[in-house]
């Protein structure tokens, strides 16, 4: 597809289980980022990758996150042991480079819901 | 660290009416992001704003960064449903050396008929 595809689009789980949320960038954009979205809290920073590497993964919550890239493509996002805090929407975003000044492309996010 | 305030939080306009939406950085904006989010959706990408005094237009939506480059503002003229949603502002903060956007609490905007 043409924009940033991420899956699955909900998720509900038991508090305690592990989730992997995936995020397939926009074809050609090396820099790839994941924001989180909760009510209170408004959009904030998760972890940039650029290419497979991740230089910032200040923004992760806790170190029950985890996120990885390969082939400069896919992301996976990972928690584990989830809590009912994990709540919120998941949001990936994808730009042709990272140090240029240019928009972002969001994907329309997972939403998590732990019960 | 760098924060986006938007003003107002939430904006209810008749059909047809204009209305502009505020946002105050509190450092120097090195770019400004204007999106719109419709719930369950994803952030649609507006238009981006670099230079101060810089002004853009996409059909019915002017936006504007101010000469001091910490002030945005977004305006919509003759409004329409299609226009309610969350919008939001955001920035680059290259403390890190990347392009990490920070972004505003957004403004909730509904269009009645």
């Known amino acids: 597809g043409a924009g940033v595809s991420q899956s699955p689009s909900n998720k509900v789980t038991e508090k305690g289980k592990d989730v992997e949320l995936r995020c397939d960038p926009i074809?050609?954009?090396?820099?790839l980022y994941w924001y989180r979205q909760s009510l209170g809290q408004g959009l904030e920073f998760l972890i940039y990758?650029?290419?497979?590497?991740?230089?910032?993964k200040s923004g992760l919550p806790s170190d029950r996150f985890s996120a990885e890239r390969t082939g400069g493509s896919v992301s996976t996002l990972t928690i584990q042991r989830t809590q009912q805090e994990d709540s919120a929407v998941y949001l990936c975003?994808?730009?042709?480079?990272?140090?240029?000044?240019?928009?972002?492309?969001f994907g329309d996010g997972t939403r998590l819901s732990i019960l | 660290s760098q924060e986006l305030e938007q003003s107002p939080q939430s904006l209810i306009v008749q059909e047809g009416k204009n209305l502009t939406i505020n946002c105050t950085s509190s450092?120097?904006?090195?770019?400004l992001y204007w999106y719109k989010q419709k719930y369950g959706e994803g952030l649609i990408f507006l238009m981006m704003?670099?230079?101060?005094?810089e002004e853009k237009s996409h059909e019915k939506i002017t936006a504007k960064l101010d000469e001091k480059k910490q002030q945005s503002s977004l305006h919509i003229t003759a409004s329409q449903p299609s226009h309610a949603g969350i919008y939001l502002c955001?920035?680059?903060?290259?403390?890190?050396?990347?392009?990490?956007?920070?972004f505003g609490a957004g403004t909730r905007l509904a269009v009645h008929p």
């Open positions: 975003a994808s730009s042709p480079g990272a140090r240029d000044n240019q928009p972002q492309h």
């Open positions: 450092k120097t904006l090195y770019g």
């Open positions: 074809s050609g954009h090396t820099a």
């Open positions: 955001g920035a680059p903060d290259f403390s890190g050396g990347y392009n990490k956007l920070i």
């Open positions: 704003l670099q230079k101060g005094g």
């Open positions: 990758f650029q290419g497979n590497s991740a230089p910032d």
